[in-house]
């Protein structure tokens, strides 16, 4: 069964700072990974994914690796800012030809102006 | 383009009642995916519909029920009332068949059971 971990559970920095988000999983045969952000009371936004057989993927100051050999992800964000104030959930799935992902618990992020 | 709808936003039902909660998704989008999201659990799989079929489901008891119609809208029904059925429940909608693009989430019904 996979499980997907995320470390730290919270996280505050100041403003401007470069920072990284740490997402691992127990099953290496992936088939992709998503990354998330949530507002308070908010659905979900997807901002990255990442094929299988993909490394990185880039979308204006969001970076995210993926390493399937050992279980990790990360989420890098570089000059942060108050808006990126979010939750922020990695999602892995599993097998080809369905929507079913297993999400981590997420990390809260707090950006202080 | 009009994202993810869901409907109601907001519930409030007494145990061992019923309720249908609605998903529209985005045009084009044939494959409408449920989740519940609780604080202790976080989010987790309920079910996945493609083309009106049911692909896959999660681990959840068989008082959670769903459909898509030939729309691709979506209901999920919840039946006999569960005091630790209160949780947001997210709907989200996908283009492909092959579960290789990205999903698209709605705001959510935050379904409270008292």
């Known amino acids: 069964k996979q499980e997907v971990t995320q470390i730290p559970a919270a996280l505050s920095v100041p403003e401007g700072e470069n920072l990284v988000l740490n997402c691992s999983f127990t099953?290496?045969?992936?088939?992709?990974l998503q990354w998330f952000r949530q507002d308070p009371g908010k659905g979900l936004t997807s901002l990255l994914l990442i094929q299988s057989s993909q490394r990185e993927q880039t979308s204006g100051r969001l970076n995210a690796s993926l390493d399937k050999s050992s279980g990790r992800s990360t989420l890098y964000i570089a000059a942060s800012q108050p808006g990126d104030s979010a939750t922020y959930l990695c999602?892995?799935?599993?097998?080809?030809?369905?929507?079913?992902?297993?999400f981590g618990k997420g990390t809260k992020l707090s950006v202080i102006p | 383009k009009a994202g993810v709808t869901q409907t109601p936003r907001y519930l409030i039902k007494t145990r061992g009642q019923q309720v249908t909660l609605s998903c529209s998704p985005i045009?084009?989008?044939?494959?409408v995916s449920w989740y519940q999201q609780t604080p202790g659990q976080g989010l987790q799989f309920l079910f996945e519909y493609f083309s009106e079929t049911q692909r896959n489901k999660g681990n959840f008891p068989g008082r959670f029920s769903g459909r898509q119609f030939s729309n691709s809208r979506s209901e999920m029904n919840v039946s006999t009332l569960e005091l630790g059925d209160s949780a947001l429940y997210l709907c989200a909608s996908s283009l492909g068949a092959r579960g290789d693009s990205p999903l698209h989430f709605g705001n959510g019904t935050r379904l409270t059971v008292t």
């Open positions: 045009s084009g989008h044939r494959s």
């Open positions: 099953d290496s045969a992936i088939y992709n």
């Open positions: 999602a892995v799935k599993t097998g080809a030809g369905s929507y079913q992902l297993t």
